[in-house]
């Protein structure tokens, strides 16, 4: 997996979440399904372990 688009991901949560009227919990997982993460807490875990490891894994 390469390191996902933190800019990308922030914009399509921002987006649905006041244009399409999801919960910001609802809109971070449709940005993080968009980058091949099961759910935002997926995508928010494998950011910290690599903040961490400096690995991508």
Do not use: C, H
Request: hydrophobic share 40%; charged share 30%.
């Amino acid at each position: 997996m390469t390191v996902p688009d933190i800019d990308a991901f922030e914009e399509r949560a921002a987006i649905a979440e006041y244009d399409g009227g999801l919960s910001r919990s609802e809109a971070e997982t449709l940005a993080a399904r968009a980058q091949g993460f099961k759910n935002a807490d997926a995508y928010w875990q494998w950011l910290a372990d690599y903040v961490t490891t400096k690995q991508i894994k």
